[in-house]
């Protein structure tokens, strides 16, 4: 039986760990070629290789989503090994936590801002002319629960995945007034056991040790669901949109949330 992606070229940006790894090992199963980029240059050809050993089709590109100058050659490169970009799924994204939004300074709120948006920003700029070459293709931002509802302590976060949601619905408007077959839809997951949660720099500086947090614990009082999600659900979902059986999707944004965004339900001592 044919993959659900059988054939496409698939651009996956923050590909080499929790979220974006998880999509680029599904897509290749599905049978993509992946092209995984990320700032990590010890996961991501870690990653490649190791599809590659297992018979799938990807390869890893070292990518800061905030550089255009990179964008420009990232592309560039595709369309010279492959003539063709089918999906694109924005996903690179960091967290700043500060106890207070006046304990942020301006160059993390930057920070906060040039990864999550920017970057989304220049990956539409720069996929979506190769993208259109061929009629069709899909684009996936990912943004968040903290996209759809308040965040506190990460108030900046949650300005860029609110950015990008909106983002999405507006490129998808474009595509569909323009006719070129290309659909965009967000996803927004809810608390997922990724190493973003260790990474989350807390203080005002940004350069702070990891926050403690404790993911288990946090989601199963946040959760209805009771505990915290798996990256691959959220893989699951980004193919559902990046295949064909989403065709008559577009502007929507999909909640992988354990259901956190519908209300909450008395938890049993
Ligand atoms: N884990 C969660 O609970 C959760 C919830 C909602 C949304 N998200 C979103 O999902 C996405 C993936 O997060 P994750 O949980 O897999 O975290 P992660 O830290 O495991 O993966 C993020 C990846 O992005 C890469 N990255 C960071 N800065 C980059 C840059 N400038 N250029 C290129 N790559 C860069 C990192 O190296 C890393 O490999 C993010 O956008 C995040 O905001 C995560």
Known sequence: MAGQVEGKVALVTGGASGIGE????????????????????????????????????????????????????????????????????????????????????????????????????LSVKHCLPLMRKHGSGSIVMMSSLAG??????????????????????????ECAAAGDGIRVNSVHPGIIDTPIWGKIPTGATGAGQNAPIDLEERAKVATPLGRAGQAAEIASGVLYLASDASRYVTGSELVIDGGMNAGGVPRRA
């Not at 255009?68 to 090994?81: H, L, M, P, Q, T």
């Open 148 to 173: 759809l509802r308040g965040a506190p302590g990460l108030s900046a976060y949650s300005a860029t995945k609110g950015g990008v949601r909106l983002f999405a619905k507006s490129i998808a408007m």
């Open 22 to 121: 998880a999509v680029v090992e599904l897509f290749a199963r599905e049978g993509a070629t992946v092209i995984a980029t990320d700032i990590d240059e010890l996961r991501g050809p870690a990653l490649a290789g190791r599809i590659t050993k297992a018979g799938g089709k990807a390869i890893f590109l070292e990518q800061d989503v905030t550089s255009e100058e990179r964008w420009i050659e990232i592309v560039a490169e595709i369309s010279k090994r492959y003539g063709r970009l089918d999906i694109m799924v924005s996903n690179a994204g960091i967290g700043i936590a500060v106890p207070s939004i006046v304990d942020m300074t301006l160059t993390d709120w930057r920070k906060q801002n040039a990864i999550n948006l920017d970057g989304v920003f």
